[in-house]
């Protein structure tokens, strides 16, 4: 069990390092190879999370180890949902570094399962959670997708042409699969959100209890919010959104980890 | 190898010569059967362009081929031979090779990895063809070549990137819009690259073009002939919402369009992307609109880089393309070869086979008397003798080495083969 897991943390070490290759060579073999190994770690991958799934006895999220695993595996699930609907090719290239710079952080967290608290123990926890990773996931692409749009913006403003440019997308295009990813997640974010406000109800009896991940939830929310508000009203188009989306998943993942480590919770992952 | 090419190019020859000698026309069909008549010719092929004259010759084997080209080349355009020596390369045998799979590739063109010389090549080759001048040598020559520059095309990056300012705009053009169907093009001014670009536009795919001119006749003329639609020189800046690309270039001495009218114009696109290509100069865009978020400026000196870079890109992958030429030059030289060995096999063996057929019917019919056995042991017998006499030449013809083509040549003079073909 624990070997899938490794195995698919070399997998995705492989597969970041080819890609930061990739980006700097430019040869499209490189970028076939980078898939195929993203491919295979995320089968290592699955096959872990079943794992551990099958000996928690409910969705493996209830450690940090666990649920930055899931976050993971939810990124590089949506990764190829995209990957496969838009081909962009360099888009693994981009997002290979973080994956894998995700998985390293959940290998060094402590991987004991712990009991779920009584609390938590519901369906809620799999609708609630299922629906704010994926959304999280939708997001960590969207920022990917983001920074591609901000190199290539600086590629044809600058004069630059090189490698990288003839083989990144167009501008427009970047800029579709930017606010698709974004639609998508903020949907997921918002029932996410509702979800555990009914959940809490449910259990606690109250829907807001203003603990740190839930206003920084809100926050979250609140950015996304912004960004396709902004489409909307056309100010937000292009470059704002780029830019936005990566500032949104910098927030993201504060909510993830900085919440958890830094401030206290009943939502931290013990 | 007896593979000859003859001819000359843009690099050898400028186009006073170059005229002289090309094959246009009824010229063609009457050129390429005169030269697979002549003396020492086997086999014709024959490009003939507007960078380059060059014959491929698969000859006989006889020296002063290419002096009989040459002569040919002079009589036949009534040039100076003196005239026609400067201008003139001439390779053989792995060399010729390595050309023509170059030209193919577009390795020895005036703008490397430029696509239409590969069709230009077959053309010559279909020629060749229907006129019976290409045969089993030339025919798997031209072939290699075409598979070579699909090669060089899929494996290389060698005509990817554009190498004119027009198709550079294009190139831009499609990494700012992901497709150019349904976009607007505006013509602003007048000149004969801003009215190509324009044409490059609208053939990727530019659904409208509006034309704005000083003068509304010119601007009626120039929509005419780029198929656009003529506006009133002072409503430019309102068509400008509706706009996706504009081409800039008229004669004027200051900024035609300055940094807040593109700010008020992005504002109404609503932020649309807008593509600006000022060629002019002095330049009629003024620069700082570059810094306008979702609006691209490139002066006619950007473009020149883009196209300088794309160039140098280029070369780098002609070094690639060199490589697999080289490849490739190996594969065709082992099919040459083997192709002449493996005649030259059979007629050896068959000579071999017909002495020894001759002499046991000479001994059998001198001698009678044998019975079966005996006569199996001395057919036995002389069926040993020949094939260990055969069997080091025939070894030494199927061997791939460098002098086989020599070995050959023996082989058949020494047998007297070549008499017998």
């Known amino acids: ?177 930017n606010h698709r990813l974004i639609t998508i997640g903020f949907p997921l974010l918002t029932l996410a959100i509702i979800t555990g406000a009914v959940w809490s109800q449910s259990v606690l009896g109250t829907f807001w209890r203003w603990d740190p991940k839930e206003v920084w939830s809100l926050i979250t929310w609140l950015i996304y919010a912004v960004v396709l508000h902004t489409r909307i009203t056309s100010w937000g188009r292009g470059r704002r959104a780029a830019v936005l989306s990566v500032v949104g998943f910098v927030v993201v993942l504060f909510t993830f980890f900085g919440v958890t480590f830094l401030l206290k919770g009943y939502h931290r992952f013990s | 190898m007896n593979i000859h090419v003859i001819g000359l190019n843009h690099k050898t020859a400028d186009v006073s010569i170059r005229e002289k000698i090309a094959f246009n026309g009824d010229k063609y069909v009457k050129g390429l059967e005169e030269i697979n008549s002549l003396h020492n010719v086997e086999e014709a092929v024959l490009l003939s362009t507007c960078n380059r004259v060059e014959l491929y010759v698969y000859a006989n084997g006889k020296s002063g081929i290419n002096e009989e080209v040459t002569d040919f080349l002079s009589t036949f355009h009534n040039v100076e031979k003196d005239k026609l020596n400067d201008t003139l390369y001439t390779y053989d045998g792995v060399e010729a090779v390595r050309h023509v799979f170059r030209v193919a590739s577009s390795l020895d063109s005036m703008v490397v990895g430029e696509p239409q010389i590969l069709g230009q090549l077959k053309d010559a080759f279909d020629e060749a063809l229907s006129h019976n001048t290409s045969g089993a040598v030339l025919n798997k020559l031209m072939k290699k070549a075409i598979s070579v520059a699909k090669r060089v095309r899929t494996e290389t990056s060698i005509a990817e990137n554009a190498v004119s300012i027009s198709y550079a705009a294009v190139e831009l053009a499609k990494k700012i819009f992901t497709s150019l169907d349904g976009l607007v093009c505006m013509l602003l001014g007048a000149g004969e690259m801003a009215e190509l670009s324009a044409k490059h536009l609208r053939s990727s795919g530019v659904k409208e073009i509006i034309v704005a001119n000083r003068t509304f006749e010119r601007a009626c003329v120039i929509a005419a002939e780029v198929n656009g639609r003529p506006i009133d020189f002072n409503t430019f800046k309102e068509e400008m919402k509706n706009t996706d690309i504009v081409i800039c270039s008229t004669g004027a001495p200051t900024y035609v369009v300055s940094k807040k009218d593109m700010e008020s114009v992005i504002k109404r696109r609503r932020n649309k992307p807008i593509f600006m290509i000022d060629i002019s100069v002095p330049r009629n ?81 001198k001698i009678s008397g044998f019975d079966d056995k005996e006569k199996q042991a001395i057919e036995q017998m002389a069926n040993t003798i020949v094939n260990k006499l055969i069997h080091p030449p025939t070894a030494a013809l199927k061997e791939d080495t460098d002098d086989r083509d020599m070995l050959i040549e023996t082989v058949r003079r020494i047998y007297s083969l070549n008499g017998k073909e």
Not at chain 1, 8 to 32: N, P
């Open chain 1, 1 to 177: 069990m624990i070997l899938t897991f490794e195995l698919a943390l070399t997998c995705y070490f492989a597969a970041a390092i080819i890609s930061v290759g990739e980006i700097i060579k430019g040869s499209r073999a490189l970028s076939k190879i980078c898939l195929i190994l993203c491919a295979i770690g995320f089968i290592f991958h699955t096959i872990n999370v079943i794992l551990r799934f099958k000996e928690a006895g409910h969705l493996p999220i209830a450690s940090m180890h666990d649920a930055v695993s899931f976050f993971t595996w939810s990124i590089v699930l949506l990764f190829f949902v995209i990957e496969y609907k838009y081909r962009i090719g360099l888009l693994g290239s981009f997002i290979m570094p973080g994956v894998f710079v995700f998985m390293l952080s959940s290998s060094i967290l402590p991987r004991q399962l712990k009991p779920l608290d009584p609390l938590l123990q519901s369906s809620w926890l799999w609708i609630h959670t299922v629906l704010a990773f994926i959304g999280d996931a939708a997001f960590a692409l969207a920022c990917g997708v983001g920074i591609m749009y901000l190199t290539q913006e600086r590629f044809v403003k600058r004069k630059k042409l090189g490698n990288l440019f003839h083989r990144l997308p167009s501008l427009q295009k970047l800029d579709e699969i």
């Open chain 2, 285 to 365: 865009l003024d620069p700082d609109i570059n810094n306008i978020d979702n609006v691209y400026l490139y002066d006619i000196d950007d473009l020149q880089g883009v196209v300088d870079s794309n160039v140098n890109a280029r070369l780098t992958e002609a070094v690639k393309a060199e490589k697999i030429v080289d490849e490739e030059l190996q594969t065709f030289e082992r099919w040459f070869y083997s192709r002449n060995a493996v005649p030259t096999i059979v007629s050896l063996r068959q000579i071999a086979e017909n002495i020894k057929n001759d002499e046991l019917e000479k001994l059998f019919n």
